[in-house]
């Protein structure tokens, strides 16, 4: 059974603080990693994507991915009452038709 | 241009009445899936399609469910047999056509089943 992992939370984060969000999933040669930014009762958007190891950047949004250990992360600085979202993981794991998986979310709340 | 629309937004109907859903993805976009999402979880992959073919439809949960896409643009889900436990918003995404191009996402349709 292919998994993506996150904690509902909600992650409670100061404003102007950095708000880490975290995901395991469980297929050690998936490919492709997502976050997606869902406010309540709208639909999901992607805000970042990562394939390789590392860090990717996108203004106030980092995604670390660390393959070997199976986790992908979201930072977001500077954190805004505007990001209280539930952010969502996504991975596409290999061997299937690159259909995404998606975790529970986590329930982010920055508070002024 | 016009993101993916999806109607009705809301649907309210009975046990054991035949439901469908509709999804216009945006021009262009060859790919199409449809999610079903219950309160408190992600997305779940129910079906999607390259063009009018339905490249995986592995996340039907059972025969009552179906989905088509006849011209390779609209695409309806029809769920047959409503159950209590089919209540949830179906969201539909597009997408340009490379599995690493961006999901856009409908607004979906919350689906009531009494």
């Known amino acids: 059974q292919k998994e993506v992992e996150q904690n509902s939370g909600p992650l409670s984060v100061p404003e102007g603080a950095i708000a880490s969000l975290n995901c395991t999933y469980s297929?050690?040669?998936?490919?492709?990693f997502f976050w997606y930014r869902q406010y309540s009762g709208k639909s999901p958007e992607l805000i970042m994507s990562i394939y390789s190891n590392g860090d990717k950047e996108d203004g106030r949004f980092t995604a670390q991915l660390n393959k070997a250990s199976q986790y992908v992360s979201l930072l977001i600085r500077d954190s805004q009452p505007s990001d209280s979202a539930t952010y969502l993981c996504?991975?596409?794991?290999?061997?299937?038709?690159?259909?995404?998986?998606f975790g529970r979310g986590t329930s982010l709340i920055v508070h002024p | 241009g016009a993101g993916v629309s999806q109607t009705p937004s809301n649907k309210v109907t009975e046990k054991g009445k035949y439901v469908e859903l509709r999804c216009d993805p945006i021009?262009?976009?060859?790919?199409l899936y449809w999610y079903r999402q219950s309160l408190g979880q992600g997305p779940e992959f129910l079906i999607y399609?390259?063009?009018?073919?339905?490249?995986?439809d592995s996340g039907l949960p059972n025969d009552r469910f179906f989905a088509v896409r006849p011209e390779g643009s609209v695409s309806t889900l029809k769920i047959q047999r409503t159950e209590r436990g089919d209540s949830a918003v179906y969201l539909c995404a597009s997408q340009e056509g490379h599995h690493t191009d961006t999901q856009y996402f409908g607004p979906g349709t919350r689906l009531t089943v009494l």
């Open positions: 297929d050690r040669v998936s490919q492709s």
């Open positions: 021009s262009g976009h060859t790919a």
């Open positions: 399609f390259q063009g009018t073919g339905a490249a995986d």
């Open positions: 996504a991975v596409n794991f290999s061997g299937g038709s690159y259909i995404p998986t």
